[in-house]
């Protein structure tokens, strides 16, 4: 698809699919990446190591305003959906030493940076990270306080477990200034919660929320999830409903992905009671109207905001972000990552930690960085993460213009623009000018649009 120029011919495509089924089956996403960032991980090698991110921390400004994620890979139970790397733990010994090179690490850090950088928001992930002693976590907010500096608008937010979540550990939020947190519930009915091994009640649910707001967290969001074993058109519905009556500011909605191979919990799920592909879309259809039709605001792949949250403001204003943590009203490109895995970005590349606890726990006992491999960003990859940066956020990218920004010549998209020929006459899509937009009936398959900006989808492995 060229011009006389041998330019990419960005023509206007407007073809429908013959029917949602074959779109879903075609473009389900089953095994494309979430693009929370580009490249994935997959790409990131050694050759960026400790050094290299020890260099790309001295060369921040003072005034670099960063993000702080806190990987805490502990919980009580293994949920069996679970696509995260986890450690089950009933005793507070392993999670308390753990919190310890935690904290070494973050003095290391702190070592590495001009002055004490100012942050505006930090987040803290897992696992379950309110499992936590609730005196360790106030020392370990002190600590960040100390080696950084947290603005008094800075938004701190947690992820919480409700089967776990005690009166304490609430007060703690209180007194460390948490002031968002990310409740994980997935399904309500209680046969599927009982197929994922996750057990827990409508009540637990609503007094971990009710908890939080009363010791002044006060922006709730509740997770939710589709396409799980047992799961029905009618049992998403019901969940979304439920959700919607505790009136959280917003919520996630994600898509199971099956990856027994990758990760062995998901082996003891019954695969023969997995929703089909065109269940799973009718599925997210339900649960998208009904969140709809209860004023909540459609965003991005799967989230859903009232319109006075961050997020849908953010949206509304052109801000809204993706990146590791997911989507985000702010515009930071440095995010500084702590603990087992936990994945960096600044501006020069990605980088990301030692994986296994105890090969983290090594280099930190030494006073050096954790750092295991990451991933230097060229130009054209800053170019193909921007479009489908844009994409994600907003089901639209203009790319030409994006080009532009980055003194980048389209010619190198030449493939993108012959796969989005494909999506464009399946009806996914329109092009008109090199101004992409994915139909909204069809956001479903974001995902598999994104995957046409990316240079190493379906490249062997080395």
């Given at each position: 698809?060229?011009?006389?120029?041998?330019?990419?011919?960005?023509?206007?495509?407007?073809l429908?699919a013959?029917?949602s089924?074959?779109?879903?089956?075609?473009y389900?996403?089953?095994h494309?990446?979430?693009?929370?960032?580009?490249?994935?991980?997959?790409?990131?090698?050694?050759?960026?190591?400790?050094?290299?991110?020890?260099?790309?921390?001295?060369?921040?400004?003072?005034d670099d305003?960063?993000?702080?994620?806190?990987?805490?890979?502990f919980?009580r139970?293994?949920?069996?959906?679970?696509?995260?790397p986890t450690?089950?733990?009933?005793?507070?010994?392993?999670?308390?030493?753990?919190?310890?090179?935690?904290?070494?690490?973050?003095?290391?850090?702190?070592?590495q940076t001009?002055?004490?950088?100012?942050?505006?928001?930090?987040?803290?992930g897992?696992?379950?990270?309110?499992i936590?002693?609730?005196?360790?976590?106030?020392?370990?907010?002190?600590?960040?306080?100390?080696c950084?500096a947290?603005e008094?608008?800075?938004?701190?937010?947690?992820?919480?477990?409700?089967?776990?979540?005690?009166?304490?550990?609430?007060?703690?939020?209180?007194?460390?200034?948490v002031?968002?947190?990310?409740?994980g519930?997935?399904?309500?009915?209680?046969?599927?919660?009982k197929?994922?091994?996750?057990?827990?009640?409508?009540?637990?649910?609503?007094?971990?929320?009710?908890?939080?707001?009363?010791?002044?967290?006060?922006?709730?969001?509740?997770?939710?999830m589709?396409?799980?074993?047992?799961?029905?058109?009618q049992?998403?519905?019901?969940?979304?409903?439920?959700?919607?009556?505790?009136r959280?500011?917003?919520?996630?909605?994600?898509?199971?992905?099956?990856?027994?191979?990758y990760?062995?919990?998901?082996?003891?799920?019954?695969?023969?009671?997995?929703?089909?592909?065109a269940?799973?879309?009718?599925?997210?259809?339900?649960?998208a109207d009904?969140l709809?039709?209860?004023?909540?605001?459609?965003?991005?792949?799967?989230?859903?905001?009232?319109?006075?949250?961050?997020?849908?403001?953010?949206?509304?204003?052109?801000?809204?972000?993706?990146?590791?943590?997911?989507?985000?009203?702010?515009?930071?490109?440095?995010?500084?990552?702590?603990?087992?895995?936990?994945?960096?970005?600044?501006?020069e590349?990605y980088?990301?930690n030692?994986?296994?606890?105890s090969?983290?726990?090594r280099?930190?006992?030494?006073?050096?960085?954790?750092?295991?491999?990451?991933?230097?960003?060229?130009?054209?990859?800053?170019?193909?993460?921007?479009?489908?940066?844009?994409?994600?956020?907003?089901?639209?990218?203009?790319?030409?213009?994006?080009?532009?920004?980055?003194g980048?010549?389209?010619?190198?998209?030449r493939?993108s623009?012959?796969?989005?020929?494909?999506?464009?006459?399946?009806?996914?899509v329109?092009?008109?000018?090199?101004?992409?937009?994915?139909?909204q009936?069809?956001?479903?398959?974001l995902r598999?649009?994104?995957?046409?900006?990316?240079?190493?989808?379906?490249?062997?492995?080395?």
């Amino acid at each position: 698809m060229r011009s006389g120029h041998d330019k990419p011919d960005w023509r206007r495509k407007s073809l429908r699919a013959e029917s949602s089924i074959f779109v879903s089956k075609k473009y389900s996403g089953a095994h494309l990446p979430w693009y929370t960032i580009y490249p994935t991980i997959q790409e990131f090698s050694s050759e960026v190591g400790a050094h290299t991110y020890e260099q790309w921390l001295r060369s921040l400004e003072a005034d670099d305003a960063v993000s702080l994620y806190l990987h805490i890979p502990f919980c009580r139970s293994m949920c069996w959906y679970c696509g995260f790397p986890t450690s089950i733990t009933r005793l507070d010994t392993l999670i308390i030493n753990y919190l310890a090179g935690l904290r070494e690490e973050i003095r290391v850090v702190a070592e590495q940076t001009p002055q004490a950088l100012p942050v505006r928001d930090v987040h803290f992930g897992g696992g379950s990270p309110t499992i936590m002693p609730p005196a360790d976590f106030l020392s370990l907010m002190e600590l960040l306080r100390g080696c950084f500096a947290l603005e008094n608008a800075a938004n701190i937010a947690i992820e919480v477990d409700p089967r776990t979540f005690t009166i304490d550990m609430a007060e703690a939020l209180e007194k460390a200034g948490v002031n968002r947190a990310s409740v994980g519930v997935q399904s309500f009915d209680p046969i599927v919660q009982k197929a994922i091994n996750r057990v827990q009640s409508e009540a637990q649910v609503m007094t971990a929320v009710e908890n939080l707001r009363l010791h002044g967290v006060g922006r709730i969001n509740l997770d939710l999830m589709f396409g799980l074993p047992y799961q029905t058109v009618q049992s998403c519905r019901q969940s979304a409903l439920l959700a919607i009556a505790m009136r959280p500011d917003r919520l996630a909605v994600f898509a199971y992905s099956h990856v027994p191979s990758y990760r062995k919990n998901q082996r003891l799920i019954d695969r023969s009671a997995l929703p089909d592909l065109a269940a799973r879309a009718e599925q997210a259809s339900v649960m998208a109207d009904t969140l709809v039709a209860a004023g909540y605001l459609q965003i991005g792949l799967d989230h859903f905001a009232l319109p006075h949250d961050e997020l849908a403001l953010a949206h509304r204003t052109g801000r809204l972000r993706r990146n590791s943590l997911g989507y985000s009203a702010e515009t930071r490109q440095t995010v500084i990552g702590f603990g087992a895995s936990a994945i960096g970005r600044c501006r020069e590349g990605y980088v990301q930690n030692e994986l296994t606890q105890s090969f983290y726990n090594r280099p930190i006992a030494s006073g050096h960085l954790a750092t295991s491999r990451g991933y230097r960003l060229t130009i054209e990859d800053r170019v193909r993460a921007a479009i489908i940066e844009q994409l994600m956020c907003y089901l639209e990218a203009d790319v030409p213009a994006i080009c532009t920004a980055h003194g980048f010549d389209p010619i190198h998209l030449r493939s993108s623009a012959k796969q989005l020929d494909i999506l464009a006459e399946d009806g996914i899509v329109d092009v008109d000018d090199g101004l992409i937009r994915v139909r909204q009936e069809c956001r479903f398959a974001l995902r598999g649009v994104a995957a046409a900006f990316d240079a190493f989808l379906g490249r062997p492995s080395l």
